[in-house]
């Protein structure tokens, strides 16, 4: 996400935080910033994986809607990683060879409140634009990843740069503080960018997951 983009997201956030404030049903409506750590990995059969650890950080609102439901919404970064296997050319070095994934989404979800202003579970789709799948360590770029014969560390780095998600989550805590766990699932095929790009394997196929762990203070 360049800064021209990013400007018009935030714009678009604020008019409809001040639209959905004024049409407030239960008479409240906070502004939030958040930050938390995220567990990252790809689902698919085209590469072995690993889990690995990031971060998320960035603004939300949260107002009632009717009776028990809040609507939320927001922008957040997020530096995501994830380890793919591979081995040096020569076969006598196999590596969880790190990547780094950095970008932006926007979610709207929505909440229902088994203890309302305490307790709630959340479910909603988040759209996520992304930069490349960036090699940690340049050192790398050669190794061959496992599974074939001549796919290496650096050709997959151009994925797909928009991504759906699904999200579901339970927020516990205070008015003005909550903490939550949320799993997102990635509904796009986040590896279609690398098909059509003759490498050995033209039928990529795989799937975001990503457990985030965060904390929310409201104004």
Do not use: W
């Amino acid at each position: 996400m360049n800064f021209k983009q990013l400007i018009f997201v935030s714009f678009c956030l604020f008019f409809f935080q001040q639209t959905f404030a004024q049409r407030n049903y239960e008479g409240y409506n906070f502004l939030g910033i958040q930050g938390g750590l995220s567990f990252f990995d790809i689902q698919t059969d085209d590469l072995v994986t690993k889990q690995k650890e990031g971060f998320i950080a960035g603004f939300t609102t949260r107002g009632g809607f009717r009776n028990n439901f809040d609507l939320i919404y927001g922008i957040s970064f997020q530096s995501e990683s994830v380890g793919v296997e591979g081995s040096s050319p020569l076969g006598s070095d196999t590596q969880s060879i790190g990547y780094t994934i950095q970008g932006a989404q926007i979610n709207f979800l929505g909440s229902y409140n088994i203890v309302m202003k305490h307790l709630s579970v959340e479910f909603g789709p988040v759209f996520s634009i992304n930069g490349k799948m960036k090699l940690d360590r340049d050192e790398y770029e050669d190794y061959v990843l496992t599974g074939y014969n001549t796919l290496t560390a650096k050709d997959i780095q151009d994925i797909s740069r928009f991504n759906v998600r699904l999200a579901a989550g339970l927020t516990t805590g205070l008015e003005h503080f909550r903490i939550s766990a949320q799993y997102q699932y990635g509904l796009t095929n986040m590896l279609g960018g690398l098909n059509g790009n003759d490498l050995e394997n033209d039928d990529f196929k795989g799937n975001s997951s990503t457990i985030i762990v965060s904390g929310v203070i409201y104004f």
